[in-house]
């Protein structure tokens, strides 16, 4: 008998208790627990390609390893998370720094891709 053993990322389980205790629980007007709602794993499940399906062509911030955010547009994205955006603008310490037509981003340099309203 053979066993799989599947291992959640450790980010992804602080992510789900996280989701989890916030939406379990409602305060009332005394700031005491009023009910606790039951939900199971298939309510609001949402995968980081759905996401990323969802924001192709919106706007978006994509953050860098080395801390620079990149906003613009996101054109398109592989398996890789390597990332074409248009309308790109690069802020370094929040500071705008270059405007770019088109932007292609290496994924192994990508922290995170973010949705942004404009």
């Known amino acids: 008998v053979q066993q799989l053993t599947i291992s959640t990322p450790h980010w992804l389980g602080i992510l789900r208790s996280q989701r989890l205790s916030s939406s379990t629980m409602s ?36 953050r860098l390893n080395s801390g620079t955010d990149y906003k613009g547009v996101l054109a398109c994205l592989d398996g890789y998370m390597n990332i074409a955006m248009e309308q790109t603008e690069e802020y370094v310490d929040g500071q705008l720094k270059s405007k770019y037509g088109d932007c292609f981003i290496r994924g192994n340099n990508v922290l995170y891709i973010s949705s942004q309203k404009r």
């Open 27 to 62: 305060s009332g007007t005394d700031g005491q627990v009023a009910s606790e709602k039951e939900t199971t794993p298939q309510q609001n499940k949402r995968s980081p390609s759905d996401f990323l399906k969802a924001v192709l062509g919106r706007s978006v911030v994509v």
